[in-house]
Antibody, heavy 124, light 106 residues
């Protein structure tokens, strides 16, 4: 049973970097059949996919256009986890952040396992 | 980005009712469509993928249909635990979500 466990601060100051980690067992961040995603949800923006990292003989990253200049998602194979770094945050980045497993082949790109969510507030 | 439009934004229904939610994509996405259920304070839960495939463990009263641009989620007989918000998501390109449909008690 795969479970994703998120960790990271719930309060970030404007202009600083938001950093979250998603750790899990029961699957591998290096899996050839999964992609590891960050998604956020806010009343103003709804559910918004931010980006993903995945391994297919080498590592790939895809990022949403809306955050592409500010985002990095990194896999950590030694700890079987992946992280989100979003820099230069503003109050508009206030949201609940989720990590999620995407299954391209097995579930046609759907997100079948989600983390518990982290409410991140951007405020001084 | 592919825009996903859900309707209605909310629906009031009673236990035992048949409920239908629609999702329209701004361009064709074949069957790259998933449906999720979300309850307050919880992460979304996958119900349907590939437009009509039931995720393991999801009750058979949930079904999905459609392809191309128009999709439907149907709950055949609404149960008390089904009162929640439902989202569609396309995976034909970078993922995008619909705005949600809240199913409320009538």
């Amino acid at each position: 049973q795969v479970q994703l466990q998120q960790s990271g601060p719930g309060l970030v100051k404007p202009s600083q970097t938001l950093s979250l980690t998603c750790a899990f067992s029961g699957d591998s961040v290096s899996s050839n059949s999964a992609a590891w995603n960050w998604i956020r949800q806010s009343p103003s923006r709804g559910l918004e996919w931010l980006g993903r990292t995945y391994y297919r003989s080498k590592w790939y990253n895809d990022y949403a256009v809306s955050v592409k200049s500010r985002i990095t998602i990194n896999p950590d194979t030694s700890k079987n986890q992946f992280s989100l770094h979003l820099n230069s945050v503003t109050p508009e980045d206030t949201a609940v952040y989720y990590c999620a497993r995407g299954r391209i082949a097995a579930a046609w790109g759907a997100f079948d396992i989600w983390g518990q969510g982290t409410m991140v507030t951007v405020s001084s | 980005d592919i825009q996903m439009t859900q309707s209605p934004s909310s629906v009031s229904a009673s236990v035992g009712d048949r409920v239908t939610i629609t999702c329209r994509a701004s361009q064709g996405i074949s069957s790259w469509l998933a449906w999720y259920q979300q309850k307050p304070g919880k992460a979304p839960k996958l119900l349907i993928y590939a437009a009509s495939s039931l995720q393991s463990g999801v009750p058979s009263r949930f079904s999905g249909s459609g392809s191309g641009t128009d999709f439907t989620l149907t709950i055949s007989s609404l149960q008390p635990e089904d009162f929640a918000t439902y989202f569609c998501q396309q995976a034909n390109s970078f993922p995008t979500f619909g705005g949600g449909t809240k199913v409320e008690i009538k």
